[in-house]
Each structure stands twice: as C-alpha cells, then as structure tokens.
Nanobody, 120 residues
Framework: EKQLVESGGGLVQTGGSLKLSCATS????????IGWFRQVPGKEREKISC????????WHAKSVKGRFSMSADNANRALYLQMTGLKPEDTAVYYC?????????????WGQGTQVTVSP
C-alpha cells in the first residue's frame, strides 16, 4: 500500500520559516515523481514543487521560487519542503503526492495534508 504522511505545519509570522516533511512507504522514488501542492479553500490546488524520477529535475513554481526548496531522502523515503520568507498568501493546506509515471504531470497518491498559517 502506498502511503504519504505530511507533518511540520503550523502557525508562523510573516517572514518566518517552516520545514514540512512527508514520510512515504510502499513505493520507490526511483520510479515515482514526488511533489508538493497546496490548496486554499475555494481555490484550485496549486502544484508548487516536484522532483521527476524520469530525469531527476527539481521544479518549483514561480510563486515560491527562491523562497521554498524541495528535497528528498531516498534512503529514508522522505521528502521535505523548506519554506522561508513566508507570506500570508502562503497560508494553505500543504500536500505531498506521488506520480507513478514519474513525470510530475498526474499525481496518483496523496497525503492527508498539513495546515500552514502565516500571520500578518
């Protein structure tokens, strides 16, 4: 069974930092792309970062580039999202996900989400 479990969310002030973690099981990073998404109630889910297993490329959305950094620990099957320079508009539920095709295009497995709230 493929599982993803996020942790590390919380309340932080504007300009602060948080590091999200995602513990995974049941699949390999060698043949699954892994990514981070976020969603605000009433808005579409936004893909913010991804590591492709097809070519190893790491992609970040323009909205977070330079502030957020995604990494992966293959040995421990964990992925991370280091967030710095947080802004109130970063407030959302953050999800990690896995894509069986490895391309960062369509994600098949999702965690339950962790809330990040940035106060003004």
């Amino acid at each position: 069974e493929k599982q993803l479990v996020e942790s590390g969310g919380g309340l932080v002030q504007t300009g602060g930092s948080l590091k999200l973690s995602c513990a995974t099981s049941g699949f390999s990073f060698d043949d699954h792309a892994i990514g981070w998404f976020r969603q605000v109630p009433g808005k579409e889910r936004e893909k913010i970062s991804c590591i492709s297993s097809n070519d190893g490329m790491i992609w970040h959305a323009k909205s977070v580039k330079g502030r957020f950094s995604m990494s992966a620990d293959n040995a421990n099957r964990a992925l991370y999202l280091q967030m710095t320079g947080l802004k109130p508009e970063d407030t959302a539920v953050y999800y990690c996900a896995a894509d069986v095709e490895g391309s960062c295009m369509e994600f098949d497995y999702w965690g339950q989400g962790t809330q990040v709230t940035v106060s003004p």
